[in-house]
């Protein structure tokens, strides 16, 4: 009796072996059968919430949020630099950074140096003041260095390197993150 039932479950057992391996393959194609749910295309472009920098009356940068489609990068910094240039969506005394008119002309992403190019036009000379010209730098350097990879800033201005942008910063060289800038820092 228990060789006949040995018998019995090693056909079966064989028979299930050959079945499986007739539904992986037919006609000598692989077939892959997945669940449905992992079959299905996403159709919903992810969403990312970015920080910009705007400045405020007491002299300092302000995060304000923003919701964008698709992932942060630093290939797609232009995107950030222009939600800049339309100004703050806040509702309290933030306050607009980059000089009205100011275009982006060019945006280039070295990654091997982690640099950021950033060609303005000239309306960018516009920023008034120290505070000013500390508002329209560094709420465009401190905007992209939050995106992976960059480290550094160097601003145009019509495709030239500028020496300022208002008399106050040197704008010569690429400028890195400062954060003694920053809103509620105890460094300033």
């Known amino acids: 009796m228990k060789k006949i039932l040995f018998v019995i479950l090693s056909l079966f057992l064989v028979m299930g072996l050959i079945g499986c391996s007739a539904n992986e393959q037919k006609d000598g ?9 992992e079959n ?15 400045g405020n009356k007491d002299g300092y940068l302000r995060k304000e949020l923003r919701t964008i489609k698709g992932l942060p990068t630093a290939e797609r910094g232009k995107e950030l630099i222009e939600e800049l ?19 982006v002309l060019n945006y280039k ?14 309306h960018i000379l ?25 480290e550094k800033v160097q601003i145009l201005v019509e495709g030239e390197t500028v020496e300022t942008i208002a ?22």
């Open 126 to 150: 516009g920023a008034a003041g120290s505070m000013g010209e500390i508002f329209a730098v560094y709420s465009v350097v401190n905007t992209l260095t939050e995106l992976p990879g960059v």
């Open 40 to 54: 299905q295309e996403i159709t919903e472009e992810q969403e990312s919430v970015v920080t910009l920098y705007f």
């Open 109 to 122: 992403f070295d990654a091997e140096q982690g640099l950021v190019t950033v060609d303005f036009s000239k």
């Open 167 to 188: 008399g106050h910063i040197y704008t010569g060289e690429p400028l890195e993150r400062d954060l003694s800038l920053l809103e509620g820092n105890e460094l300033k």
């Open 85 to 103: 240039i339309k100004g703050t969506q806040a509702d309290d005394d933030t306050l607009n950074v980059i000089p009205e008119g100011t275009e």
């Open 29 to 37: 194609q692989d077939i892959n059968i997945e669940p449905a749910e």
